[in-house]
């Protein structure tokens, strides 16, 4: 059972340089999300997807796209890159109600 | 603005001792709140959990308390092991906003042998 997989694991990105990061969850799960996690800022919410079809923004939104392919599947696109893009890249997946999300092992993205 | 503040960026305790890290929220509709461990080049992998009618949950090693008139919730793991080394978020959920994740900032524990 892969639970939540996301590649790439590394990129490295010039300024203007645009590129999508791939999550995909084999547990069913209907919402998906992507966060990133900056230095002393935790982990913070940028785009998250209640159900297949929907999506919606989190508290990072800008210089992001995203787009919910079908239910497995949750992809997050930079169409241009900038230095202050630069994180590690985090999706989720979690089943309807309460509980815990099922988290990728991470996108480490550097923007030069 | 951050509504879930971790205030200890890091915490260094004994192997055999306790290890307390604290937990403090802004947002009075959180109703349901979880701590999450992550190792490096690993994503966070969830350990806990507390809804809001509850003040206490125990897990084995690890117990969560929250304390709802002061907006603040705390971990403590007992004993504390080696393994226990690595990043710990605390998070928080509101049933009217979807139940989205709000995230501290992390406090990185080191256990020491």
């Known amino acids: 059972n892969a639970g939540v997989t996301q590649t790439p694991k590394f990129q490295v990105l010039k300024t203007g340089q645009s590129m999508t990061l791939q999550c995909a969850q084999d547990?069913?799960?209907?919402?998906m999300y992507w966060y990133r996690q900056d230095p002393g800022m935790g982990l913070r919410l940028i785009y998250y997807s209640a159900s297949e079809g929907t999506t919606d923004k989190g508290e990072v939104p800008n210089g992001y796209n995203v787009s919910r392919l079908n239910k497995r599947e949750f992809s997050l696109r930079l169409e241009s890159a900038a230095p202050s893009q630069t994180s590690v890249y985090f999706c989720?997946?979690?089943?309807?109600?309460?509980?815990?999300?099922?988290f990728g092992s991470g996108t480490r993205l550097t923007v030069v | 603005d951050q509504q879930v503040k971790q205030n200890s960026p890091s915490l260094s305790v004994q192997e055999g001792r306790i290890s307390i890290l604290n937990c403090d929220y802004t947002?009075?509709?959180?109703?349901?709140f979880l701590w999450y461990k992550k190792y490096p080049a690993e994503g966070p992998t969830f350990l806990i959990s507390?809804?809001?009618?509850?003040d206490k949950n125990e897990d084995g090693r690890f117990t969560v308390f929250l304390n709802k008139s002061a907006k603040h919730l705390s971990l403590h793991i007992v004993p504390s092991q080696p393994g226990d080394s690595a990043v710990y978020f605390c998070?928080?959920?509101?049933?009217?906003?979807?139940?989205?994740?709000?995230f501290g900032g992390g406090t990185r524990v080191l256990v020491k042998p």
């Open positions: 547990m069913n799960h209907n919402s």
């Open positions: 947002n009075s509709m959180f109703d349901y």
């Open positions: 507390i809804s809001s009618i509850k």
């Open positions: 998070a928080a959920s509101a049933r009217t906003a979807g139940n989205k994740l709000t």
């Open positions: 989720a997946s979690r089943i309807e109600g309460l509980g815990g999300y099922t």
